[in-house]
């Protein structure tokens, strides 16, 4: 019996040290990350276009009008009657910028053979731009984002006139973790090499709660600004395509309204700080990607 007991614990003990030394030296855990994303379930249906699935986290940061006109150019006007007609009880004086903190999964486009590898993102973004000054066709500026250090993604961005800054991400290979102890979740970004205003430039998603009423965002929203043609300089558009009618929204996958605190410095939002009660949404969605688009083809596009 004494015996047993002494095998056993010693046993633990050697249990415990390889777990420990599982985490910290596996090569698989190094190296290769391992994503809960589910697959992309639409390759085949669009066999010769890019597609993949994009899980995210979307905040909704409201800042008064003022603050966003003068950091969008002016040659961009806002189309606040746009905003206006989604969200008829937003707050007067102020407009919806857009945090994604996002992790791209499983690109492909079968008909090359050609795949991608994940990678994992973070971004302002600034939705209901009159890019083409036509008076109703809504874009979104995007003029930096916090990209995968490894991925070519990060020169993807650039190709769109986009400051990309290489970045490390917390966790590695997903869009959130959950919080230990608790339903919260949590995500973080962080410059390899660049700094902002104060140190590295960085943005922090924390507990992010589910919440299940009182979000005065609606889903039809957080379609429409995920769904509005990116820019950076204004001269080629990145028309991604979220789809919200896959098993990817079903279920237990079905997108929850979520709240939580969000801390950052990435520009063009470089003095912003913390702010505590923002509301988002969680979902993952295939897309399909019309790349490098010239943003001007795009006129009357709504999705
Ligand atoms: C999205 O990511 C979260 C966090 O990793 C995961 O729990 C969830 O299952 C993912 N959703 C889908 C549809 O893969
Ligand atoms: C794609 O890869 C498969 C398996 O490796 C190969 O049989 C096929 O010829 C390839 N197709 C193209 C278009 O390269
Ligand atoms: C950061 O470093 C990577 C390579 O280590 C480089 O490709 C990238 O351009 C750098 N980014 C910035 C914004 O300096
Ligand atoms: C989902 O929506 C897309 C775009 O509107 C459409 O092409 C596709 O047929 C829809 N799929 C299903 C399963 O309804
Ligand atoms: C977003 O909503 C605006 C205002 O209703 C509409 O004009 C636009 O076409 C919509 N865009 C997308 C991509 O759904």
Not at 16 to 27: E, G, N
Not at 51 to 75: D, E, H, R, V
Not at 186 to 201: A, E, I, L
Not at 253 to 278: T, Y
Request: charged share 15%.
């Amino acid at each position: 019996m004494h015996h047993f007991h002494s095998l056993r614990t010693q046993f633990r003990a050697v249990a415990r040290v390889l777990a420990i030394c599982f985490v910290l030296f596996s090569p698989s855990a190094a190296q290769k990350c391992i994503t809960h994303d589910q697959p992309n379930p639409i390759a085949s249906q669009y066999p010769d276009l890019p597609t993949g699935t994009l899980n995210s986290t979307t905040a909704i940061i409201p800042i008064p009008l003022a603050s966003a006109l003068a950091i969008i150019p002016s040659k961009w006007r806002i189309l606040e009657g746009a905003y206006r007609s989604l969200l008829p009880n937003f707050p007067a004086g102020q407009y919806p910028v857009f945090l994604y903190a996002a992790h791209d999964h499983d690109i492909q486009i079968p008909a090359f053979n050609f795949t991608l590898p994940d990678f994992s993102r973070t971004s302002f973004n600034f939705p209901f731009l009159d890019l083409l000054g036509d008076g109703y066709t809504s874009f979104t500026w995007t003029p930096s984002q916090l990209i995968s250090a490894d991925s070519a993604a990060l020169a993807g961005a650039q190709g769109y006139g986009q400051v990309a800054y290489a970045a490390s991400f917390d966790p590695p290979c997903d869009a959130y973790r959950a919080v230990p102890g608790g339903c919260g979740t949590y995500h973080k970004s962080v410059s390899t090499n660049s700094t902002s205003g104060s140190g590295h430039v960085f943005v922090e998603l924390d507990d992010f709660q589910p919440i299940t009423h009182g979000s005065p965002y609606t889903l039809k929203f957080y379609k429409n600004i995920t769904n509005q043609p990116i820019f950076g300089n204004g001269a080629l558009c990145d028309n991604m395509i979220r789809l919200f009618n896959t098993t990817l929204t079903k279920g237990v996958f079905e997108p929850r309204f979520v709240k939580g605190k969000v801390s950052a410095n990435l520009p063009p939002m470089n003095r912003m700080q913390v702010m505590e009660g923002v509301y988002g949404l969680q979902a993952d969605t295939p897309f399909i990607e019309n790349t490098q688009v010239e943003c001007a083809t795009l006129q009357g596009y709504s999705g």
